[in-house]
C-alpha cells in the first residue's frame, strides 16, 4: 500500500506527539510516498522542524490572507491531492487531517478514481465522514479545539492588548518590531480564524475589539 498524507496541522491544531503518531500508525498501513503539511510556521512550529527535516517532508506556510469564517481549510490541499492523483498513479491510499472543512468534492473525485480514503478517528464530525473508507486508531490523545470562556477570552484580549501598546512604546531595533508585531497579527488572526457562529452580543463585542486591534496592527 503506498500512501499520501496531507496533514494541515495549523488548522487541526496538531501537536508533535499526535503527528507523530499518526506518521506511525500510517506506516504499519504501507509505506508513506508523499508528505506535505499545510500551515508550517517555523516559529509557531518549531519543534516539528527537525523531524520534517530529517524525513524530507514538503511544508506550505500558513495562508496569509484567510477568510474569518468557521472553516479554515487550506484550499491547496485541493491542487496537490489532484495533482498527485494525475502524477502519481503508484499511491493507493489518500489521508487527510485537516480540521474543518468541506473535503467531499474532493474525497468523491479521489473514490471515483479507486483510491482508499483514510482519516484519524476523533470524537467530534468533521463533516466529511460519510466519505472515507478508513479511520486510523491514534495512541495518543488528540482534542479538537474548544470554545474560550469569555473570561478567558477577555483575558487574552487584554494580554494581546497590553502586548500591543508595549509594542507601540518599544525602542527596539525596527527588525525586532516587525518580528514582534507579525507574531501578534498571527495571534490575533488565529483567534478570529476560530471565531464562532453563535455569539452573544457581548462576545462579539469582545471580537469586535480583536478585529479593530488587527486593523491597527498592520497600519
Known sequence: ??????????????????????????????????????????????????????????????????????????????????????????????????GLGDLVPLLSFLRAGGKNLVTIKTEVSDGNDHMYDDYIELDVAYHKPFKLSKAQLNAKISALSKRSQELAASDADDDDVSVQREE??????????????????EEQEMFSSLESLLEILKI
Open 1 to 98: 500500500m503506498n500512501i499520501a498524507l496531507f496533514i494541515d496541522i495549523d488548522n487541526a491544531k496538531i501537536t508533535l506527539p499526535v503527528f507523530n503518531n499518526i506518521i506511525e500508525q500510517l506506516k504499519k498501513r504501507g509505506k508513506l510516498r508523499f508528505v506535505k503539511i499545510y500551515g508550517f510556521n517555523e516559529r509557531k512550529h518549531m519543534k516539528f522542524g527537525e523531524v520534517i527535516e530529517n524525513n524530507g517532508y514538503e511544508t506550505a506556510p500558513t495562508m496569509r490572507f484567510k477568510k474569518r469564517a468557521k472553516s479554515q481549510l487550506d484550499s491547496r490541499i485541493f491542487i496537490d491531492a489532484v495533482k498527485l492523483f494525475y502524477t502519481a498513479d503508484y499511491i493507493d491510499e489518500y489521508c487527510f487531517v485537516t
Open 184 to 201: 501578534l497579527i498571527n495571534e490575533i488572526q488565529e483567534l478570529l480564524d476560530e471565531k464562532p457562529d453563535d455569539l452573544d452580543e
